[in-house]
């Protein structure tokens, strides 16, 4: 006995494999993010994901630099309101969101606040992600603009 299955079933399926994925890749929201992904890793752009429930004053910065030495943090003395030492680095992705740039202050030794730098398009995922994981944050109003903060 031989199954036959008529041609335009195995055409439509096979153009079904062939132009879903790239539809999903271009044309929703979650396809676009991971492509940057994608691209953002292919053009050496190191990943750096933190689990954030771990950060606190008991973080230094060698434990930094240990845990996170392929995104290559540069460290130096830097007077702010947040700390005396500044460590940045450029990367590609924080946490499955494509970033620009992240900072470490660090104050008496450990660590005072995170800053990340991520690409605006992907504002309302971020924000949604850490409502979802850490609850609402502390607003601080820093001039004309709103900073949103997580202890």
Same mark, same amino acid.
């Not at 990943?47 to 845990?67: C, I, K, M, R």
């Not at 943090?73 to 702010?80: D, I, R, T, W």
């Given at each position: ?16 494999? +062939? *132009? %879903? ?21 292919? !053009?050496?752009?190191?990943? !750096?994901? +933190? ?7 008991? *973080? ?10 392929? *995104? %290559? ?23 499955? *969101? &494509? ?5 470490? !202050? !660090? ?12 690409? &605006? ?13 850490? %609850? &609402? ?6 001039? &004309? ?7």
């Amino acid at each position: 006995m031989t199954l036959k299955l008529p041609r335009a079933y195995t055409l439509t399926l096979a153009l079904a494999m +062939v *132009v %879903g994925p790239f539809v999903w890749l271009v044309f929703t929201e979650d396809g676009q993010r991971r492509t940057d992904l994608a691209i953002l890793h292919l !053009f050496g752009h190191p990943t !750096f994901n +933190v689990a954030l429930q771990g950060l606190s004053p008991a *973080v230094s910065e060698a434990d930094l630099q240990a845990q996170f030495p392929q *995104v %290559g943090f540069q460290c130096a003395p830097q007077s702010s309101t947040l700390g005396d030492r500044l460590c940045a680095a450029r990367i590609g992705a924080f946490n499955g *969101v &494509p970033a620009r740039l992240a900072r470490a !202050f !660090f104050a008496d030794g450990g660590l005072a606040a995170l800053r990340l730098d991520y690409r &605006p398009r992907y504002h309302d995922f971020l924000i949604h992600t850490l409502y979802a994981s850490h %609850g &609402p944050p502390n607003r601080q109003a820093d001039g &004309p603009e709103v900073l949103l903060g997580w202890s």
